[in-house]
């Protein structure tokens, strides 16, 4: 059982728009990430944050921004989509227990720009 | 700075075959090192981590690890391999401060042969 939410699932969208992918977790994390995976590649870090009112980029170079108001919602937002961000977004969640690296991922959005 | 090789791309294994998955790293220190399995359209699941002690970690769904410090590697084994088990594998590493973002390889697809 997840407790870790991500909508939607599937996503196609028109160049241009400004879409919003949700994520939600139950379990009090204070750190919490998005990952882009592209077909095989590695998962690219893109934000992260340690708690309310934290944000910070990652590794890759990312046009998305996110926020984080509540503790369990961390979503990320496209302004203007554009056909080359068409890829999966994974969340994850990490548990301070186990070293910080209790990491817990929701089960990803496909996001199909056209 | 850290990175994950995972050298195979892409491995077959008969079903009731041995599995080995190799995974090396790139750190300075010792490493906090984990496998995930990523299912099609699913999001990633740990297999199994290591943070230190014994070199020989066992994990969920009948998978082990072995940490070699002198080898920097990482590698997965499973001693008899079901149909189920075909899916994406990644090895991460996570170094520095606790709850640091994961590093990933690019991951290993492993088809299932009857």
């Known amino acids: 059982e997840a407790d870790i939410y991500q909508t939607p699932r599937y996503l196609v969208i028109g160049t241009g728009k400004k879409i919003t992918l949700e994520c939600s977790q139950t379990m009090g994390h204070d750190k919490m990430y998005w990952y882009q995976q592209d077909p095989g590649m590695e998962l690219h870090l893109i934000h992260y944050s340690y708690g309310v009112n934290s944000t910070e980029k990652g590794d890759l170079s990312s046009e998305s921004t996110v926020s984080r108001i509540r503790t369990e919602h961390f979503p990320l937002t496209l302004e203007s989509a554009r056909p080359s961000h068409t890829s999966q977004y994974l969340c994850?969640?990490?548990?301070?227990?186990?070293?910080?690296?209790?990491?817990?991922f929701g089960s990803g959005t496909r996001l199909t720009v056209v | 700075a850290q990175s994950v090789t995972q050298p195979d791309i892409h491995i077959t294994v008969s079903e009731g075959a041995s599995l080995e998955l190799r995974c090396n790293y790139s750190y300075g220190a010792t490493p906090y090192l984990f496998w995930y399995v990523q299912s099609p359209g699913q999001g990633l699941q740990l297999l199994l981590k290591?943070?230190?002690?014994?070199?020989l970690v066992q994990g969920i769904k009948g998978f082990e690890a072995e940490f070699k410090r002198s080898q920097s590697s990482f590698n997965l084994r499973k001693p008899s391999v079901h149909w189920s088990d075909a899916a994406e594998y990644f090895c991460?590493?996570?170094?520095?401060?606790?709850?640091?973002?994961?590093?990933f390889g690019k991951g290993t697809t492993l088809s299932v042969s009857s």
């Open positions: 290591y943070f230190s002690g014994d070199t």
């Open positions: 991460a590493v996570g170094a520095g401060q606790a709850g640091t973002a994961l590093i």
């Open positions: 994850a969640s990490s548990d301070p227990s186990g070293g910080g690296y209790g990491y817990t």
